[in-house]
C-alpha cells in the first residue's frame, strides 16, 4: 500500500457523533448505513468550504479522511462546538491514510479500519496502523494524487482552505452536498447559489510545463482563440517530465477550449 503523506484521519466516537457530524457537514451523514462512506463538506459560515472530507460509518464510529494539513486546526474548531454532545475527536496520528489500486473490493485486512472505493475509478484508501503502509515513494504520490485531480478531489490546504464555495470546487459532482438534508454551517449560501444558479466559477483541469513552480490560490490566465479568462490555481501536482497539472478555477466558459495558459508572464500551452 501507498501511504498518502497529504491525508490523515480523524474518529469520531460517541453516541451522538453521527448527529453532530450531521449538523456540521454538508452530506446526509446519518444516512449512511453501516460500511457506507460519502464526501462532505466542511464549511464556514459564508459557505466556503474550509476542507473536504470522505467520512466512513464503522458501527457507532465514523471515520473522516481528509487534508493532513488541516486536520489540527479542523478538529481543534469542530470541537468548539461539541458542547454536552456525547462526542469525542481523536485525531489519529498513529495511523496513515494508504492508497491502493484494486478491481474488486480488497481483502478484509486485520489492520485496516476500512476501505473506501473512489467512485469511477479502481483506487481504495484504507485506514491502517502507521507501520502498515511503508510505501511512501514520492513519484508515485503525485501520480495519485493526478489521478485524484482527475475525479475531481482536491483536498485543499491552508492556502485554499475557506476561499471557494462548494459549487465552484465541483464538489456536487462528488455527492459532497446534500440539499434535502438540514442545516449545517453556511447552507443557506450554498442552497442559495444552487437554487437560484448563479454559478459562475468552474473548475478545470489542464495540463502543461510551467517555467515556475505554482503555489495555491497563484493568478493565472487560460487563453482560448486569444482571449483570456482569469483564473486561480486551487491544486496541482507535478510529474517526473516535468508536465504539470493544474487545478485552476475559473470564470471561463466551460465550453470554451484553453489552448494556452499564462503564467506568471509566460505563455505555455495547456491541453
Not at 88 to 111: C, K, M, R
Not at 174 to 183: D, E, P, Q, S, W
Not at 186 to 210: C, D, F, M, W
Request: hydrophobic share 40%.
Amino acid at each position: 500500500m501507498l501511504q498518502l503523506t497529504h491525508l490523515s484521519a480523524i474518529r469520531f466516537s460517541g453516541s451522538d457523533a453521527g448527529n453532530f457530524l450531521h449538523g456540521q457537514l454538508s452530506a446526509d451523514v446519518l444516512g449512511l448505513d453501516n460500511g457506507d462512506s460519502t464526501f462532505a463538506c466542511y464549511c464556514e459560515p459564508k459557505g466556503r468550504v474550509l476542507a473536504l472530507m470522505m467520512v466512513h460509518r464503522a458501527d457507532q464510529d465514523y471515520y473522516v479522511i481528509m487534508s493532513a494539513d488541516l486536520t489540527a486546526s479542523v478538529s481543534q474548531r469542530l470541537r468548539l462546538y461539541v458542547m454536552r454532545s456525547n462526542v469525542t475527536i481523536e485525531v489519529l496520528n498513529d495511523h496513515a491514510v494508504s492508497g491502493l489500486y484494486a478491481d474488486e473490493t480488497p481483502q478484509p485486512d486485520s489492520n485496516s479500519i476500512c476501505a473506501i472505493q473512489l467512485a469511477g475509478s479502481s483506487q481504495w484508501l484504507s485506514v491502517t496502523p502507521r507501520d502498515s503502509a511503508v510505501d511512501t515513494n514520492a513519484a508515485a504520490q503525485a501520480d495519485w494524487k493526478h489521478s485524484e485531480l482527475q475525479l475531481g478531489i482536491t483536498w485543499l490546504n491552508p492556502a485554499t482552505s475557506g476561499q471557494f464555495l462548494p459549487q465552484w470546487l465541483g464538489f456536487e459532482a462528488l455527492g459532497a452536498v446534500n440539499y434535502r438534508k438540514g442545516c449545517y454551517p453556511g447552507q443557506e449560501i450554498v442552497a442559495r447559489t444552487h437554487y437560484l444558479g448563479k454559478v459562475k466559477r468552474h473548475p478545470r483541469l489542464l495540463n502543461s510545463k510551467l517555467a515556475a513552480d505554482p503555489s495555491p490560490m497563484d493568478k493565472i490566465r487560460l487563453i482560448s482563440d486569444g482571449q483570456a479568462h482569469d483564473g486561480v490555481i486551487a491544486d496541482f501536482s507535478t510529474t517526473g517530465d516535468g508536465d504539470v497539472y493544474l487545478l485552476v478555477i475559473t470564470r471561463m466558459n466551460p465550453d470554451l477550449v484553453a489552448q494556452q495558459v499564462e503564467y506568471l508572464g509566460n505563455i505555455t500551452d495547456a491541453d
